[in-house]
């Protein structure tokens, strides 16, 4: 399927809706993501933007609408049919094991295993060299993932689902609760990627200057609908505040209901 600027959409949602109870967390929201795209999502807390991710990647059902892989339609029933299809999730949480090895971690899963034996010698060969080839840089990758700072975690997160050739990665907020230098060790592996063309990637980060630095695009969540849609080199942090303040103002003047 092509966009408007010519370029092929390999995600697609259309007309997603999701209530939890009375609460509805997403109504009606279409959303694109180019090959090779880097796609910023913004929205105050409780917006909706986690849901949408967890739409995309099988751990919620939507109530009605559609996704489209590559312009086929597909019914993502689970994270791990997600990740067959090449959609993989960083969360806050990340899913490592903090008491195995950076290595045991990057095959978590999948290990090689030789003479039915896990092949250690391959994994950590390997796990080397991928981690050296995204510009990752840990003292070893035998290392308990327990003793990595936030950023190193984060990044072999990160790693561990390009390896596993995703061709649609979901970041949701890599960079909370992290110091300023590991952040930009995530911006700058992001950049990275971004630079090889291999995966698109839709990233929620807060921090507005962050997004217009990585991002091609920005989509802005407000109450469950996307309500802007422009690409960064045309917007600016200013932009961005005012829109999230203005609404945040007509809510509580009553003109609109949250
Ligand atoms: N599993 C759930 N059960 C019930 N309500 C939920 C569930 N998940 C999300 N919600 C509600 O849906 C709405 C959207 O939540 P969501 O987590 O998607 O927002 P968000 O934009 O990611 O917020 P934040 O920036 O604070 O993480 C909120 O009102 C939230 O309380």
Known sequence: MTSPNGSTDVLRVEHISK???????LRDVNLRLAKGEVLGLIGDNGAGKSTL???????????????????????????????SLGI???YQDLALINELSVYHNMFLNREPVRFGLLNNRKMRALARAHLDDMGVHIPSVEVEVAKLS???????????????RSKILLLDEPL??????????????????????EVSMMIIVHN????LEVCDRVNLLQHGSI????????????????????????????????
């Open 150 to 164: 936030g950023g190193q975690r984060q990044a072999i997160a990160v790693a561990r689902s390009v390896y596993s």
């Open 227 to 258: 309500t802007f849609d422009r690409p960064t080199a045309r917007t600016s942090v200013q932009e961005l505040t005012d829109l999230v303040v203005a609404e945040y103002r007509a809510a509580r003047n009553g003109l609109r209901s949250v």
């Open 53 to 83: 991710m967890k739409i995309i990647c099988g751990f919620h059902q939507p109530d009605s609408g559609r996704i489209l892989i590559d312009g086929e339609e597909v019914s993502v029933k689970s994270v791990d049919h997600a990740r």
């Open 176 to 197: 909370a609760a992290m110091g300023a230098k590991e952040g930009v060790q995530i911006l700058d592996l992001v950049r990275d990627l971004k630079a090889r063309g």
């Open 88 to 90: 993989d999730t960083v």
């Open 19 to 25: 209530r939890f109870g009375t609460v509805t967390a």
């Open 208 to 211: 507005y200057a962050q997004i």
